[in-house]
C-alpha cells in the first residue's frame, strides 16, 4: 500500500464524523490511562502503611501520618506545586465534612520551612502538616505530586 494511497483511506476515515470522534477519545483516554499506570506503577497497595512520625509545622511536636482505627488520607505536596495548590483544599473539605475521619498533609521537595508555610498560607489549609524529608518520599514510594494514599481502619 503507498503513502498516498494510506493518505487517502486517512482523509476517508477522518470524514466520518463520529467515528473520528470515538477515535481520538479512545486514544486520549489510553494516554492518560498509560501515563496514570506508570505514575502509579511502583505504588504499594493493599500493604500495611509504613510507620510515619513526622514534625508537625505548626512546632507543636510531632505527629504520626496515619491515625489507626479510623479510615482517612495521607496527602503529599510539594509548595511549588500547581496541582496541590488546587487540590489540597478538596481534601479539607473532606475531612471538614466527616466524609473521612483524617486526612494528614505532607510536605515534600521544599526549598525551606518558609516555603511550606508560604503554601498553606495560601492554600488556607487546616488540616495538621507535617513535615517529611526524602527517607518521607521512599518510605511511601512518592515520585509524583500530589500522591494520596486511601488508609483503610487497619492501617
Not at 486517512?10 to 470524514?15: K, S
Not at 505527629?63 to 487540590?87: D, H, L
Not at 498533609?105 to 518558609?114: H, K, P, R, T, V
Request: with cysteine.
Amino acid at each position: 500500500m503507498s503513502i498516498a494511497a494510506v493518505k487517502a483511506a486517512w482523509q476517508r476515515f477522518r470524514e466520518r464524523k463520529a467515528l473520528s470522534l470515538l477515535f481520538d477519545v479512545t486514544v486520549i483516554v489510553a494516554v492518560f490511562l498509560s501515563i496514570h499506570a506508570w505514575q502509579t506503577r511502583q505504588l504499594p497497595l493493599d500493604e500495611p502503611a509504613p510507620p510515619t512520625l513526622l514534625e508537625r509545622l505548626d512546632g507543636s511536636g510531632f505527629a504520626n501520618a496515619v491515625q489507626v482505627g479510623k479510615p482517612g488520607i495521607v496527602y503529599f505536596f510539594a509548595p511549588w506545586c500547581t496541582v496541590c495548590k488546587t487540590s489540597i483544599d478538596n481534601l479539607d473539605d473532606l475531612v471538614r465534612e466527616g466524609d473521612i475521619a483524617w486526612g494528614s498533609a505532607i510536605a515534600l521537595d521544599y526549598g525551606s520551612e518558609a516555603a511550606v508555610r508560604d503554601f498553606v498560607a495560601d492554600t488556607g489549609v487546616t488540616l495538621p502538616v507535617l513535615m517529611g524529608h526524602a527517607g518521607t518520599a521512599a518510605d511511601w514510594s512518592i515520585r509524583a505530586y500530589p500522591t494520596y494514599y486511601v488508609i483503610d481502619s487497619a492501617g
